[in-house]
């Protein structure tokens, strides 16, 4: 057992370091680049948002950025990992080595990517005049929660589009969807509150939601919106397992 | 003599019908009208031997035996429908070379990649990287992008890598025959040190003659099935009498060597 995962650690540490060459090679800027995208993305936001539309919020760039933050992992994150099976077709039908590396390594990549930008919105919440407390520290949880649901929803993705190859695109849509469903430039104050319940059933949501409680209220959201959190992931997460599981000796068929 | 792999009654039912590359758009539409059709048919049925430390088997048959799907089930790769694989040790296996290479990752790189899906340590690799680079005689080529290689290059390397793990279980494709005559010289050799040095190994290959001067054992296989299993000499004879228009030459190996026919030690 032991020799086991000292087997695969060296093939999943040779993965990640595959993948992320791949990703950064052939871009000039490389690693900035990765950075410089969602900036650019967030003060495109910021200049509608608050001159166009006159939004006059403390701590806009903030609230726009922790949505921005989040939601861009979890679309990074699972289109990657979508491709992670057909991608490494070559590999998985002629040497017999677990599938769900693939998708690990490129979620490594895209949970990298996350950290940098998580970097950049402490030093823009600095500047902010944001106060920092202890509180921060619990970001940990909805970052571990969003990791979870993330490499739950990239198992799925990726088994699908194994079978369905046009999942690009309707996934594109569904992202879509949950974008406007996930409130990142707007408040949803001004609804009932049945309808801001509502907006709790979206996991994506939930996870800005945490992070704004934290970073911009300074408040740790109640047990209950944990356990919600904590069950979308795991939900993810074992739907993903039961997925690789049923279909592990099937998918060579059809790649 | 230990018993390294033994392949019981193994059948293998192969899916195939035009569900490939299609989306979910055309896969409700055919649902829906009732023209989604997935097919079966056994690639393998009911094959069964044993291999010793030191055997060589070579295995036989024209293109659609079988051979390549009975080898995947042998690697893990792919899971029989019914019967057993048992294996006792570990498997290198060269299956189409030069494929599962990344084309942007330098040579280096794609050894390391390769090492480490062949099971390697990180140490291993550490310590055999210069042999291998120098065994597939690309020195110079080592910080090139791989699909730079010429496709010779590319196998030089797959061989190396795979064989100089002294692989209990060691799976050849196709593969004696690649790079010029020197490297297929120096590789013949590396080979037989590897068999000698108490290994199992399986050769697929369309040269009889290769199979009757290396195996210990041949399997001959036709459309899934067990023809014979056994003398080199007399069953290459008769397959190769086989191919050049003989169909009675199938029936007498059967007959002779066939699956119950002869003792597999």
């Not at chain 1, 993705?157 to 879509?176: E, K, N, P």
């Not at chain 2, 110079?140 to 010429?150: A, G, H, N, T, V």
Request: with cysteine; glycine share 6%.
């Amino acid at each position: 057992m032991l020799q086991k995962i000292k087997q695969y650690h060296f093939l999943f540490t040779e993965l990640v370091k595959r993948d992320f060459t791949k990703k950064y090679k052939r871009t000039v800027l490389g690693m900035a680049w990765s950075i410089l995208s969602p900036l650019m993305t967030l003060i495109i936001m910021w200049l509608v948002f608050s001159n166009f539309f006159g939004t006059s919020m403390e701590h806009y760039v903030i609230y726009l950025f922790t949505g921005q933050l989040v939601f861009a992992y979890f679309t990074d994150s699972t289109n990657l990992c979508m491709n992670a099976l057909v991608s490494n077709a070559s590999i998985f039908t002629k040497v017999n080595v677990p599938k769900y590396l693939f998708l690990l390594s490129q979620n490594v990549s895209s949970l990298i990517n996350f950290c940098l930008t998580l970097i950049l919105l402490f030093i823009f919440s600095a500047i902010d005049g944001v106060t920092f407390t202890w509180k921060f520290l619990m970001l940990l949880y909805p970052i571990i929660c969003l990791i979870t649901f993330n490499v739950g929803m990239g198992m799925i993705l990726s088994a699908f589009f194994v079978f369905f190859r046009d999942m690009q695109y309707l996934w594109g849509v569904v992202t879509q969807l949950l974008m406007w469903m996930s409130a990142i430039f707007y408040t949803i104050d001004t609804f009932s509150y049945k309808i801001q319940l509502l907006f709790l059933a979206n996991p994506i949501y939930l996870y800005i939601r945490y992070f704004r409680k934290i970073i911009l209220d300074g408040v740790i959201p109640t047990p209950q919106f944990h356990l919600l959190g904590a069950a979308y992931a795991l939900i993810a997460l074992a739907l993903g397992t039961y997925v690789y599981r049923k279909y592990n000796h099937e998918f060579l068929y059809y790649v | 003599m230990r018993s390294v792999l033994k392949v019981n009654n193994v059948t293998i039912r192969y899916k195939y019908g035009d569900f490939r590359d299609i989306g979910l758009k055309e896969w409700t539409m055919r649902k829906l009208t009732h023209r989604y059709h997935v097919e079966h048919f056994l690639a393998v049925k009911n094959v069964s031997f044993e291999l010793f430390e030191g055997d060589m088997l070579g295995i036989v048959g024209s293109n659609g035996a079988g051979k390549s799907t009975l080898l995947k089930a042998v690697t893990g790769v792919m899971v029989p429908t019914s019967g057993t694989i048992e294996r006792d040790g570990r498997i290198s296996a060269l299956l189409e070379l030069a494929s599962g290479f990344d084309g942007d990752l330098t040579v280096k790189e794609n050894a390391y990649l390769r090492g480490a899906m062949l099971g390697y340590t990180k140490k291993f690799m550490n310590s055999a990287y210069d042999q291998i680079i120098e065994f597939a005689e690309l020195k110079d080529f080592e910080e090139r992008p791989f699909k730079q290689l010429s496709s010779g290059m590319q196998s030089r390397l797959a061989f190396s890598i795979a064989s100089l793990v002294q692989p209990e279980i060691l799976i050849l494709d196709e593969v004696l025959s690649v790079g010029d005559g020197a490297f297929q010289e120096k590789s013949a050799a590396k080979m037989m040190e590897i068999i000698k040095s108490g290994a199992v190994t399986i050769l697929v290959s369309h040269s009889v003659e290769q199979v009757e001067s290396l195996c210990t054992k041949v399997l001959w296989l036709n459309h899934g099935e067990a023809i014979a299993l056994g003398d080199t000499k007399g069953i290459c004879e008769l397959y190769q009498s086989f191919l050049s228009g003989n169909p009675d030459a199938l029936q007498e190996a059967s007959n002779r060597w066939g699956p119950g026919k002869e003792s597999l030690t």
